[in-house]
């Protein structure tokens, strides 16, 4: 079992020690949650969801709730300290859909460090922190392009500190060449966060600590909403016996990072109602995590058990300027009734 | 995690239905062989030719680009075929034309020799645009090209795809084929110059062209188009047979109603295990065929047990909703796709050659497939048939006063029956009515009481006729008496006891309801035993002949249907899981006299059903009436 786990380690954090640590990542960003995934089968795909059709559409590209429908909801165990879980539920609304969801997550800290990142989802320590996205969404069919908004609460809380704010996403999308979805969203239009930074020689409090490599700390004073723009393309197809379901993106996170990613499903069904999927993807990673992931989904007609991995490995870097290099495997698993 | 993969597996093997088919009676039912003249399904003796012709300039289809031996021109099919702008767009890019230049295309097998011959055409239905569809009908070319027809195939590939109420335009084409042909025929040169027999036309199509089929043969009529009479006609073509496969009914209906079709000879055949069209829309189709010129025309439905939508097409096969139906339709309980078009061979040669080449030794097939056992494969068929000789009696749609005939002089009671109701009768699918009604006859003879074996009188059901009518439809030694019957799995509880009349009792009413139990609601208990009933003719001096209704044919309970893997799919997409096929029986008054010759057909008084071969059941009967003509559908011998 611990070589298994070992191996899944190795695997997914080979390529992260060559690129991801080189990468310019920007300003830090806050809620943590906008950061984290929101659905198991999205995941799966290198958290690719700008085309998705299932109701976690309202997380990536609002406009996708035009032809969502049903309700998710899905638990990440993202280490023994932190976990997170996503709810959602589209519905039909005039010629298109309205959608409610939320995803949370809460994790331990070490120190009273705000803000955090994927990677701090790995650490322990004292201090607990949380953070919440509430969203409604709306999406309507115009001129045979789908559109769609999506209002949001977010909120982040550490000990010393509870952020919130309210954010829009907007996205666009439509079919093109019988097979081909393309989408367009601009998500977390909203403000950034400014917090007073206090310092004493053992903590990081109320301040916001950039990543990067250790001895390079600069103290800031606020974190960026992570706006960010997203285009992808999504296709499905008949392969044989097989369903195969592709999608790809390019998202850039205010103008600091670029992240491709993609994802490939492939399905089997034996008797109608019944399949199973194998799912992979692949991303540029963000500060904690790891560039592939892998799943796996088995539905019965309206139901559907998806399971997702990622691996993520811990960024956080201290005042004495050490940080863990181990890689884990963060595990999603979701539940969807369409 | 193994033990998890079992569980799974287990969970998903038990959504999967057992087969569940009916018992195969054929070799009883099909076990003689009546008609002696060559097998139809048989290949004929002639030299087969073929040719393609076509607009020459296909951009898809290359033998209708670069093999044609005679060009067409293209045909505006705009007023027919209608589509949103951007699917229009799409089209046209597609196949290099849109719909005001469709291109007459067509596959023809033909005989070596002078001519001239019957002309048949034949048109699929909807199907994967690029999985052509008309090469399929190639072993029928074959055949009927031996036995001395033209065939042609016709691309209407074109139109398939995702496009609705565009039957009308699948026709109109049709009948623009056939303005080329006689054309062709009536030209002083070329390969069909006065070899097309132009009096003796046949169309034949498949699903949605088989409902193509009848909207032809209605629109061959008529001076204008019925949804735009600025669109004209002219075409009044001798179509005398016209042939429908598994057809969808009612996708197209001028002025809002379900297409007229009148006066010609039509079959229609459907498979019982269809995955596509699942319920006998043809059905619907044939009961609506009218008989109004005096002229020798029939009808006739086959219902045959096992088949699907596409085997046959040999292109389609035995995937009727795309390449992955084995996902959801059951394929275990199919028929091969050999049988299934050794069938189609036998009916379709057997109706061509009766319509088409007169020859009338064929007929007796249509009212009596028993006739031809060994030309069948071994499966179970329920047909219908009726001929333009046909006067009814009682079709129970007239009125809803369930003792009155159909035509006046005729008048209907029952003696001792549990169910005696006339109601509307519905295709498999529940919302879909077959337009039109019958009546539902239960009996159970068992008396109620201690004593399990007592049996009352046979219950009857009896059709009378006064005298006047009777010579009005100058009945006679030659006619027939028609009826169709469906038994069904109802049973009906026994019947109280006759009351005794003898004792004068103020307080016995009251004592009567307080002693006898509620009289039990109708069982529904499967019931494997084989139903009969004696059909009893009786004349003016009250002469009667009994005959067992299987004489003239199989009376069978419904046909047990599982189309689709998951049992419970199946529940919930059809109420039935049967569809309800009445059989036609055709019966000779002089098979009566034989039986009885003191019987006088010409002055037959009743006709009556007596429910005394089986103790309870119930059956739907519809389509009672006499026929002075059945007499050349008749074999010498029956089975």
Known sequence: MHLRRAAIAAVLSVPVTATAQAARYGQPYAPVVLLLPSGARTLAMGNTGIVSRDDEALFFNPAQLVIARGFSASYERYSSTAQGGTLSAVTRFNNGGIAVGMNTVSYELPNDIFPANPGSMLLAGPALGTSLEASVGVAQVFRRHRIGAAVKYVEDNVPSARVSHLALDLGVSRDFLRYYTLGISVQNIGPSTTIPCSFNAQSVTHCVVPPGPPGNVELFTHANMPLQSTIGVGTSRAVGDLDLLATAAVSMIRTDFVAPSGGVELGYSWLDGYSIALRGGARRPFPGETPFTVGAGFNVDRLSIDYALEGLRPTEFFLNGTSRVSTRAAHRIGLRIR | ?639
Not at chain 2, 29 to 56: C, D, F, W
Not at chain 2, 315 to 332: A, E, F, Q, T
Not at chain 2, 359 to 373: C, N, Q, S, T
Not at chain 2, 625 to 635: D, K, P
Request: proline share 7%.
């Open chain 2, 1 to 639: 995690m193994r033990r998890s993969l079992i569980l799974v597996a287990l969970a998903a093997a038990a959504c999967t239905q057992a087969l569940k088919l009916t018992k195969d009676d054929s070799p009883t039912v099909l076990s003689h062989q009546l008609i002696t003249a060559p097998n139809p399904g048989e290949r004929g003796s002639m030299t087969v030719k073929t040719m393609y012709y076509g607009s020459g300039t296909d951009k898809r289809r290359a033998e209708f680009r670069d093999s044609v031996t005679l060009k067409t021109r293209t045909v505006d099919a705009s007023p027919f075929v209608s589509m949103e702008p951007d699917v229009a767009k799409s089209r046209e890019k597609d196949w290099g034309f849109g719909t005001s230049k469709f291109p007459l295309n067509g596959r023809v097998w033909y005989p070596e020799g002078s001519g001239p011959f019957p002309l048949v055409l034949i048109v699929h239905g909807n199907h994967d645009p690029l999985d052509y569809s008309d090469p399929g009908y190639g072993y029928l070319g074959e055949l009927l090209a031996s036995r001395g027809f033209i065939l042609v195939s016709v691309d209407e590939n074109f139109i398939n795809g995702g496009l609705r109420g565009e039957s009308d335009g699948r026709a109109w084409m049709l009948l623009k084929h056939l303005e080329v042909w006689k054309r062709w025929n009536d030209s002083s040169a070329g390969p069909f110059s006065h070899k097309v027999d132009m009096n003796n036309i046949g169309i034949m199509g498949h699903s949605r062209g088989g409902e193509a089929v009848g909207i032809a043969a209605a629109f061959n009529r008529l001076s204008h188009y019925p949804d735009d009479a600025n669109v004209k006609f002219n075409f009044n073509f001798n179509i005398k047979a016209v042939f429908a496969i598994a057809p969808v009914d009612g996708q197209y209906k001028p002025a809002g109603v379900f297409t007229p079709i009148e006066n010609v000879n039509y079959m229609v055949i459907h498979g019982s295990h269809d995955g596509d069209v699942s319920s006998f829309n043809g059905l619907r189709a044939y009961q609506r065929i009218k008989f109004t010129d005096g002229k020798p025309w029939f009808k006739t439905a086959w219902y045959v047990y096992r088949a699907n939508h596409g085997q046959w097409n040999t292109v389609w096969g035995n995937k009727d909703n795309g390449p992955r139906s084995g996902r959801y339709l059951d394929l275990r309980g199919l028929i091969t796709p050999e049988e299934q078009r050794q069938f189609s061979k036998v009916v379709i040669g057997g109706f061509l050659e009766a319509t088409l080449h007169g020859k009338a030794e064929y007929l007796p097939m249509f009212r009596d497939h028993r006739v031809i056992g060994a030309w069948l494969p071994k499966t179970m068929y329920i047909t219908r048939f009726q001929e333009s000789g046909f006067k009814p009696l009682a079709t129970f749609d007239e009125d809803v006063d369930v003792t009155t005939g159909s035509v006046p002089g005729v008048s209907l009671s029952a003696d001792s029956l549990a169910t005696w109701k006339e109601n509307p009768l519905n295709l498999r699918n529940g919302n879909d009515p077959l337009n039109t009604n019958a009546v539902t006859l239960g009996w159970n003879n068992h008396i109620r009481g201690d004593d399990t074996t007592k049996l009352g009188k046979p219950a009857s059901y009896t059709i009378t006729l006064t005298d006047s009518l009777t010579n009005a439809l100058h009945v006679g030694r030659e006619s027939a008496i028609y009826l169709s019957l469906a038994p069904t799995d109802a049973k009906p509880g026994p019947r109280a006891p006759a009351r005794d009349t003898t004792k004068r009792d103020s307080t016995a009413r009251r004592d009567s309801s307080r002693s006898q139990p509620r009289r039990p609601p109708a069982k529904t208990e499967k019931d494997t035993t084989p139903v009969d009933l004696t059909i009893e003719v009786v004349d003016a001096a009250g002469h009667t002949a009994r005959l067992p209704l299987t004489r003239f044919g199989k009376p069978r309970r419904p046909l047990d249907i599982h189309i689709l893997r998951r049992a419970d799919e199946e529940r919930q997409r059809y109420p039935t899981q049967y569809e309800l096929v009445l059989q036609t029986y055709v019966m000779p008054l002089s098979d009566f006299v034989q039986a009885s010759p003191s019987f006088d057909p010409m002055h037959l008084r009743s006709v009556r059903l007596v429910f005394d071969k089986l103790v309870a059941g119930t059956v739907v009967v519809d389509d009672i009436g006499v026929s002075g003509t059945a007499g050349r559908f008749v074999t010498t011998g029956e089975p």
